[in-house]
């Protein structure tokens, strides 16, 4: 099992946790945050629908806890910040296998959220995103990064927004890639996804006391961001 490029060569800085439902904006955020200060940004959902799409491939049950333990522990995941277009792009190897178009499929989604929930599979997940991190200089979204993988990030956001508009967002981002799909399907998705990241027995989706709260419904992403950086100020250097 193995981590980013960047693995004992983050310079020291912050760690900036970014939580919240899917769709709420957080990845988007995150890599307009990761420019920002010259950070790594780290897409935890996309190493879950990564290991979700390779099970799927490998015939692997969504409830085949030890299975997919042992899939995670015997694979090598890498993520790879780069910047195309002027935007920062992440792409996760697994194996060297690059799984980046393959995994934002509704299907994929599904099965991510629920192996998400299992508990051996989460807590392995979580032991590699801490050797990720490294010295910090990330930013890091997910569902409990503020809460279970770095309860002391220097920097806490949840991110919300109304599940209507997050099923509107994430229509709209899968139709631009030519999926077809049903707005009621992304919407019904979403509360699934929703019940499963708020109700598993282990580090489910909650607000933290020590988190910023911002809801991003009807909210332009720059006047967002502009929020973000306020709050982080000019310290985004550890001492």
């Not at 969504?62 to 993520?79: C, G, M, P």
Request: aromatic share 6%.
């Amino acid at each position: 099992m193995c981590c980013s490029e960047r693995k004992g060569k983050l310079k020291k800085g912050l760690i900036i946790a970014i939580d919240g439902p899917s769709a709420a904006g957080k990845s988007t955020l995150g890599k307009l945050l990761a420019r920002e200060y010259n950070y790594t940004y780290i897409d935890t959902g996309a190493m879950y629908r990564a290991l979700a799409w390779k099970a799927m491939q490998l015939h692997i049950s969504e409830d085949d806890e030890n299975s997919l333990v042992n899939l995670l522990r015997q694979s090598d995941i890498a993520l790879k910040n780069v910047q195309k277009d002027g935007e920062l792009e992440i792409i996760i190897l697994w194996n060297g296998e690059d799984l980046t178009p393959f995994i934002r499929t509704p299907e994929v989604s599904m099965a991510a959220s629920k192996i998400s929930a299992l508990p051996q599979v989460r807590i392995t997940m979580v032991e590699l995103q801490r050797i990720i991190v490294g010295q910090g200089a990330v930013v890091m979204d997910g569902r409990d990064i503020g809460s279970f993988v770095f309860p002391n990030a220097d920097k806490k956001f949840f991110l919300d927004a109304s599940v209507e508009e997050r099923s509107r967002r994430r229509f709209k981002e899968l139709k631009e890639k030519g999926m077809q799909v049903e707005y009621n399907e992304v919407l019904d998705d979403l509360k699934k996804r929703d019940k499963n990241d708020t109700t598993r027995s282990l580090a489910p989706l909650i607000k933290t006391d020590d988190a910023i709260v911002i809801d991003s419904t009807n909210k332009e992403i720059n006047d967002i961001l502009s929020s973000m950086k306020t709050e982080i100020g000019g310290f985004n250097k550890k001492k």
